[in-house]
């Protein structure tokens, strides 16, 4: 079955800091979703990749999906407090409609 | 902005207790699903749902557990006798029809069994 590996798994930034979340799948993807989670709250949807190559931003967060469709990464510009909380990659394979979601990066930004 | 609405926000019960968790997923979306994420764990598929009928569902979701669409606009879950590690958040999901769109969470029920 399919696995989502991501890495670091907690990471301490001074705001400001750029830094960059990776998630690899055993599989190839034929989605990857990025989410973000905050304490004791659902998962907030950020950003959707299908395509090899796919790039996409949403204000100082870009995610990217490598040619071969087994890693993406997620990349935060100058990094603020309110960007704190659990960032997970979830991925559904072909021939299903189950999501599944990786280990999670939980990010703490120092003011 | 539509939202998956879920209540209660937070569920104590005693070992054995059976309990429901409601979702009201986004009116337009035909796909549902529950996770479950016990504390400081990663996101579990339970179930998916689609068409009136299970479409999927993982070894979590044995017998003790069972899903509904009752009506046109609530999607519940069953645990019939609960048990200790049944003690999780539960978050309900759903999706639109086109392709692999993304899952819309819901807020999540803390269920505590005691």
């Known amino acids: 079955s399919q696995e989502l590996e991501q890495s670091p798994q907690s990471l301490i930034v001074q705001e400001g800091k750029n830094l960059t979340i990776n998630c690899t799948s055993s ?54 407090p309110s960007h704190a909380g659990i960032y997970l990659c979830g991925a559904v394979g072909s021939g299903t409609y189950k999501y599944i979601f990786g280990t999670g990066t939980r990010l703490k930004v120092l003011a | 902005e539509p939202e998956v609405t879920q209540t209660p926000s937070h569920q104590v019960t005693q070992m054995g207790q059976e309990v429901i968790l409601r979702c009201v997923p986004i009116s337009n ?14 996101v579990e598929f339970l179930v998916s749902f689609y068409n009136n009928e299970i479409s999927e569902k993982s070894e ?51 269920l505590t069994v005691t």
């Open chain 2, 60 to 110: 979590i979701f044995d017998d003790q557990f069972s899903v509904e669409r009752p009506d046109g606009s609530n999607f519940t879950l069953k645990i019939r006798s609960t048990k200790l590690e049944d003690s999780a958040m539960y978050f309900c999901a759903s999706t639109a029809p086109q392709g692999r769109s993304p899952l819309h969470f819901g807020n999540g029920t803390r």
């Open chain 2, 29 to 42: 979306h035909l796909y549902f699903y529950w996770y479950r994420q016990i504390l400081g764990q990663k």
């Open chain 1, 27 to 80: 599989k190839t993807l034929y989605g990857l979703y990025w989410y973000k989670q905050k304490y004791g709250e659902g998962l907030i949807f950020l950003m959707m990749l299908q395509k090899g190559g796919e790039e996409k931003s949403h204000e100082k967060i870009t995610a990217k999906l490598d040619e071969k469709k087994q890693q993406s990464s997620l990349h935060i510009t100058a990094s603020q």
